[in-house]
């Protein structure tokens, strides 16, 4: 079946830095991904809709100059929080959708982003 | 915007059916209704979908009323590893539609 990486699980970092996250369709082409944020006992929102060849939607309150997305080939999408601080410390999950006529979202397993 | 509300906690025995229900009362004509589980700190897993009839898959049934305005998710014989918050989702399935997550039920398998 269809399978999603994310790199890293787990990452720690200082405030200040930026960090990358790497979403990855392992055996499928994915000409659409979706990023998400989940914080402790709270559901998945979305944060954006990357589309590979173009630049990424962003759902409203999400600050597309701090998190930077790009989805340069039909296999990789990378979220880069750009100035991390501690209240982007959260659970981010990235998700794609194979090509056409795929109904169904597959997941990746994560990514722990720790701001210190 | 999450179009789906959902109990936000159920009990279950281990060995019975589970049944999730999930109300979509304003899902459109075009729209699927997905349903997704999440165990504690790892990503989503598909579960089941369907659009207009029930649908029936090796994890579970998906029951969707004739109005399409609710459904049901039925794990046939709940194991522990079922513990899990489990969201339904209505979207058009199509790419680049957007998957909005509600809240969720949280189902605990007691043993």
């Known amino acids: 079946g269809a399978v999603v990486s994310q790199h890293p699980s787990r990452v720690i970092c200082k405030s200040g830095t930026s960090v990358k996250i790497e979403c990855r369709s392992l055996?499928?082409?994915?000409?659409?991904m979706f990023w998400y944020r989940q914080f402790p006992k709270q559901s998945l929102m979305l944060m954006a809709t990357?589309?590979?060849?173009?630049?990424?939607?962003?759902e409203q309150g999400v600050e597309k100059d701090k998190f930077l997305i790009n989805h340069a080939s039909l296999t990789l999408s990378t979220l880069t929080v750009t100035s991390a601080h501690p209240e982007d410390s959260s659970f981010y999950i990235c998700?794609?959708?194979?090509?056409?006529?795929?109904?169904?979202?597959?997941f990746g397993a994560g990514s722990r982003l720790t701001v210190l | 915007d999450a179009k789906t509300t959902q109990p936000t906690s159920m009990d279950c025995a281990e060995g019975r059916a589970a049944n999730l229900p999930c109300n979509h009362s304003?899902?459109?004509?075009?729209?699927?209704v997905y349903w997704y589980r999440q165990i504690h700190s790892q990503g989503p897993q598909y579960i089941i979908h369907g659009l207009k009839n029930n649908e029936t898959n090796e994890m579970a049934s998906l029951i969707i009323t004739e109005d399409r305005k609710s459904s049901t998710l039925i794990l046939p014989h709940a194991t522990l590893r079922d513990t899990a918050v489990y969201y339904c989702i209505v979207s058009p399935g199509l790419n680049g539609n957007q998957f909005y997550f509600g809240t969720g039920t949280s189902l605990t398998v007691i043993p």
């Open positions: 055996d499928f082409q994915a000409t659409t």
């Open positions: 304003t899902i459109s004509g075009n729209e699927y």
């Open positions: 990357s589309n590979e060849g173009s630049k990424a939607t962003y």
């Open positions: 998700s794609a959708r194979g090509t056409a006529g795929a109904n169904v979202l597959t």
